[in-house]
């Protein structure tokens, strides 16, 4: 993390007249600060050199500025924390703007790196709502297939801690994104980055504006012989290439000065393969997987050894946002209608599934979502902004499995070496809704109170809850350079609609595919309450730090696990659960100069597993019973530093993360090792070439030391497969506008 990444306490003023730039580094301020932010980087284009298209006006930027900051005041994370990433931080982080959205994200105080790209923010396992210009994103699947695509990114606004009534269903954090638009875009742009593990990226860039219309998209495909972390310590994964291709576009018509219209597309498409683990061929070896026999194969045929096991994963992902916005007066509204699908097909290898697991199974899940979004705020009184929305949307999920597995006995032996088909066909659904009302109370200039509630309900096939959840923010600026925040709220979480009925238990029940054991309950809402509060100090007009700290006691506290060979996560549930921790940042800028540090700790604690039970051993469900465990996911020490050097033709970085306490084994008793990753990076441009566009070169070293380190080791709650970090590559990019 080198770069000025601010840690922000959300604050809302009365409406500036104009607006003006903010700098990234900049702490709590008056005026309406994340409206200010979009707009901000509008108005800062206004150089006529700022954009590819020489009919871009001053009036044309300032009713863009203008919309940005109207939209902006109708979602302000009023007393939550904002984690604020501009375009230097990502440009210093390792890969730059080819770098994976979890490693951008990753940089945030709070923020742990976990196996298939995840990352959990605070403790939580998911939970994170996205958003794209302030408009929702409809949920996806939970796969490992990273669909958000760093290009697309001006900035990114990570909310977090206790946000207001506007925020629902997903409130670990708001990931906030700011794509580029038209103005912003000096040029068109190409891109071709590469090197280790046949790395190869090739992406284009085109935006701009044309009379009323804005525009950004972008095009690209990645190859890689690293798609999922390594299950081994080695350099290299065996059977382990992905291919993924990615495209976003971003359009915006402008009706009028006080209206306009944007439509949001994203589509990627991924083939991944199921990497292998080195394995002796030797039986007597411990560390050689048990070998069921399979009528008609030899399992010590060299052509059924371990490394050959062929199994894949495709995802696909599609969604469409279309927003109306208008800004009148007092009143700032906007509508969004939207639709998702999502798909991920995993393909087993037969023959050698069953010689090793007994079970070949080839999984099919589909989910479709569509759903309407409103929300508006209104000026009531010169102290009192008031807001309110409601949102809708409907789920179906499918999952469809032709699976092979062989007879067995009581005790789970195998009975026969002749595999059953057996076929089973499930589908869910879920309503989720929700509305709010909540008022932002200026009590003095530096004394802000926002309060309000909202009310939220969760129908599906297998559940049905409402809850009614109050939120309150206090935000008090003492002095110009220290805000302290403290604040309240009631959080409703549903689950994803994935429910597997009894009857197919039932139908797997004799077989090597047979549940642990037949408790099956469908997991519920969680509903928690969090509490925050924290500050941010200006030291120095250069040097800030921000001091947080948290606790969430919930009740069916949600999950996440993998319980199977394809990477499908399933939810379950606790039936009690607490999270607790504390964060802390720093950052300095003089300059070209920027150093910065953050720090964290977590501490989880839940009990009892009251869903989806048939998943785990019966000992170990007993154990949780009467036993508070940790969270398979508490990354119990965080922490990132860097420094970077930037002038106007080069940069140069240097990036540390640290991680500790990811748990393991039994009952998640067992804590996985630490680790220490250096990167560095450096990057120059050159702008006297040929046709007068600036050609920007990129060195990248990524684990600079070559440490080996293990993220999972296979063991504990919901996981399934040991899994290492990367070790050391070399990669580089070259960047051309046009």
Not at 524 to 542: A, C, F, H, M, W
Request: charged share 20%; hydrophobic share 35%; with cysteine.
């Amino acid at each position: 993390m080198n770069a000025a990444d601010a840690a922000e306490i959300s604050t809302h003023e009365p409406r500036a007249t104009t607006a003006k730039p903010v700098k990234a580094t900049q702490g709590a301020k008056s005026g309406n600060q994340r409206g200010k932010k979009s707009a901000g980087k509008a108005i800062a284009s206004e150089n006529p050199n700022a954009a590819g298209d020489e009919s871009n006006t001053p009036e044309h930027i300032n009713i863009l500025g203008h919309l940005n900051r109207e939209r902006a005041r109708i979602f302000p994370g009023l007393g939550a924390v904002d984690y604020h990433i501009d375009q230097r931080q990502i440009g210093v982080t390792p890969g730059g703007q080819n770098a994976a959205f979890s490693q951008i994200l990753l940089r945030v105080p709070g923020v742990v790196l976990d196996s298939y790209g995840e990352v959990h923010v605070r403790g939580e396992h998911g939970g994170l709502t996205y958003r794209v210009n302030d408009v929702l994103l409809p949920e996806g699947l939970n796969g490992f297939g990273q669909e958000l695509d760093t290009r697309i990114i001006q900035s990114v606004d990570l909310l977090t801690g206790t946000l207001p009534a506007q925020f629902g269903f997903r409130t670990a954090g708001v990931v906030d994104v700011t794509t580029k638009t038209g103005d912003i875009l000096k040029h068109n742009q190409v891109s071709l980055y590469g090197g280790s593990y046949n790395t190869f990226v090739p992406s284009i860039q085109l935006g701009g504006h044309h009379g009323k219309l804005d525009y950004f998209t972008t095009l690209s495909f990645t190859r890689n012989n690293i798609g999922i972390e390594n299950p081994s310590d080695t350099f290299r994964a065996v059977h382990d290439v992905t291919e993924q291709e990615k495209a976003f576009s971003y359009l915006s018509y402008h009706i009028d000065d006080i209206s306009r219209v944007t439509l949001l597309t994203s589509a990627s498409y991924a083939d991944f393969e199921i990497p292998n683990s080195f394995k002796t061929f030797d039986v007597n070896s411990p560390d050689y997987t048990t070998i069921y026999d399979v009528a008609g194969i030899n399992p010590h045929d060299p052509s059924m050894h371990w490394s050959k096991l062929d199994d894949s994963q495709t995802e696909q992902n599609y969604y469409a946002v279309l927003s109306y916005q208008r800004t009148k007066d007092k009143l700032n509204i906007q509508a969004s209608p939207y639709f998702r699908y999502g798909r991920i097909d995993y393909t087993p290898d037969p023959a050698r599934d069953l010689v090793y697991q007994g079970v070949s199974e080839h999984e099919v899940n589909d989910f479709t979502t569509g759903g309407m979004q409103f929300d508006l705020s209104y000026d009531i009184a010169p102290s009192h902004t008031l807001r309110a929305g409601i949102l809708g949307q409907y789920t179906s999920e499918r999952l469809d499995t032709n699976t092979l597995a062989f007879p067995a006995d009581e005790q789970g032996n195998q009975s026969s070496n002749v595999p059953t088909r057996l076929i089973d066909n499930t589908a869910n659904w879920s309503v989720e809704a929700g509305a709010y009302i909540q008022d932002e109370y200026k009590i003095t200039r530096n004394l802000t109170f926002n309060y309000g509630i909202r009310y939220d309900r969760f129908a599906s096939s297998f559940d049905n809850e409402g809850q009614l959840s109050p939120r309150a923010n206090m935000v008090w600026k003492p002095t110009c350079t220290t805000t302290l925040h403290i604040g309240y709220s009631r959080y409703f979480a549903p689950p994803s609609p994935q429910y597997v009925y009894p009857s197919t238990l039932a139908r797997f029940a004799g077989t090597t595919n047979a549940a642990a054991n037949m408790i099956d309950h469908g997991t519920k809402v969680e509903k928690s309450n969090y509490v925050d509060g924290g500050l941010l100090q200006r030291i120095t007009p250069e040097l800030q730090i921000t001091l947080d700290a948290y606790a969430k006691w919930a009740h069916d506290l949600t999950d996440l696990g993998q319980f199977g060979r394809a990477v499908i996560l399933a939810p379950f549930s606790y039936k009690r659960g607490r999270v607790y921790g504390a964060e802390f940042g720093t950052s300095w800028k003089h300059g070209p100069w920027s150093l910065l540090g953050n720090f964290s700790y977590v501490k989880t604690a839940a009990r009892d597993i009251n869903s989806a039970q048939y998943q785990f051993p019966t000992g170990e469900l007993a154990y949780i019973k009467a036993h508070p465990i940790q969270l398979d996911h508490q990354g119990e020490f965080t922490a990132t530093a860097g420094a970077s050097w930037t002038t106007k033709h080069d940069m140069a970085y240097v990036d540390f993360v640290y991680g500790y306490g990811l748990r393991s084994g039994f009952a998640n008793l067992e804590k996985e090792p630490e680790y220490d990753i250096f990167n560095i990076g450096y990057q120059h441009t050159f702008t006297k070439v040929p046709l007068g566009h600036d050609i920007k070169i990129r060195a990248d070293v990524v684990n600079l030391f070559d440490k080996r380190y293990q993220i999972r080791n296979g063991s504990g709650v919901g996981i399934y497969q040991a899994q290492y970090g990367q070790r050391r590559g070399t990669f580089f990019s070259v960047v051309s506008e046009f």
